[in-house]
């Protein structure tokens, strides 16, 4: 029970049960005064070898419904639908199938809002990932389901990643990555002509880490990337055919220092000792400008606006289209406390 100026006086119930092991589940019921009754059924299931999943239903006639982005009623008749499924095929070998729908783009928000703080714009999509010791191969297929949601739309996207790998006896190391896919991208109730086109990317690292005077760790670096544009379809702007190739070179340069306080102890916070490990490093990005500049691209992965610092490095730095000439030296410092726990550090 609980009181909230959106919903007035209100009370949240639920009714769990078992069926078996493999079978689980819960009846929502739940009414604010102001919005009225909403109801559904969550169930969750192991089919042992099959996989296992999730599936959820809500429903709820909502009695004083807000409005949208667009400053349009929203409908009354509310509900979301949430369904999930995991399988191991094989060893090394998983599936993933998750279809989410909803009536409008606030239902979460305003019946559920752990979970909207969690995930603001939930996506429908199929992954199946192959792993192997050195290597991945994935392969995702994201329609947009819910047409409120801007979505780029991979149908479907498959890439295989090379992990970084020593080659051979070989002091060098390599890593890289290669994907392929046909890219629509769909935006959020229309407000802009969607425009699609297939794209093919391959990029390719050599790296050569050393180690100086025992302490000092340098890792130079050398890459490029090849990328393949189809000539774009929709009735957004038209793109034309690109070929782009890329270049990246760099290095970064990191040492760690220590110390041991031999006599912190507390029982409080379990700490028995404590060694502070300080890791300054510098790492130096040099990207000349591309052939074909991004503007001259349709942008499918581009880089989006964030709080935290973006990566400067490739592969790390995955805005494929966004790639522009770039000459940045960035400094950081890392600082670990580690202590003694059952004769392990920590």
Do not use: C
Not at 49 to 74: I, V
Not at 278 to 292: A, H, T
Request: hydrophobic share 35%; proline share 5%; aromatic share 14%.
């Amino acid at each position: 029970p609980g009181y909230r100026s959106l919903y007035g006086p209100f009370l949240q119930s639920s009714y769990h049960w078992h069926a078996n092991t493999n079978l689980s589940g819960a009846i929502n019921m739940d009414y604010r005064q102001k919005r009225g009754v909403g109801t559904g059924p969550d169930f969750t299931y192991d089919a042992g070898q099959w996989g296992e999943g999730m599936f959820r239903y809500y429903y709820l006639h909502d009695e004083e419904p807000r409005t949208n982005s667009l400053a349009q009623a929203m409908p009354t008749d509310r509900h979301r639908f949430s369904f999930s499924h995991r399988a191991t095929l094989r060893t090394n070998l998983t599936a993933t199938a998750v279809v989410r729908r909803q009536t409008d783009e606030f239902v979460i928000r305003d019946f559920f809002e752990t979970e909207y703080r969690e995930n603001i714009q939930p996506s429908t999509f199929l992954e199946v990932n192959q792993l192997w010791q050195n290597f991945s191969l994935n392969l995702l297929a994201q329609p947009q389901i819910n047409d409120f949601f801007e979505t780029l739309e991979r149908l479907p996207d498959v890439k295989l990643t090379a992990a970084r790998q020593q080659l051979g006896n070989l002091p060098l190391f390599y890593e890289g990555e290669n994907s392929a896919g046909y890219y629509r991208h769909q935006f959020a109730n229309n407000a802009a002509s969607e425009f699609a086109a297939w794209r093919a990317d391959s990029y390719h690292q050599l790296l050569l880490p050393r180690t100086y005077f025992g302490w000092l760790n340098v890792t130079p670096r050398a890459g490029g990337r090849f990328t393949h544009y189809g000539e774009s379809e929709g009735r957004g702007i038209a793109f034309t055919e690109h070929n782009r190739g890329v270049f990246n070179t760099g290095a970064e340069a990191s040492f760690k220092a220590s110390r041991v306080w031999a006599g912190a102890r507390s029982k409080f916070w379990d700490v028995n000792e404590l060694r502070h490990i300080v890791q300054p490093s510098v790492n130096y990005v040099y990207v000349p400008e591309p052939q074909v500049l991004p503007r001259q691209l349709p942008q499918f992965d581009s880089e989006f606006s964030s709080f935290r610092l973006l990566p400067i490095e490739f592969p790390d730095y995955n805005a494929i289209d966004a790639i522009d000439s770039q000459n940045v030296l960035r400094f950081s410092l890392n600082n670990k406390l580690q202590t003694k726990r059952e004769d392990l550090s920590e």
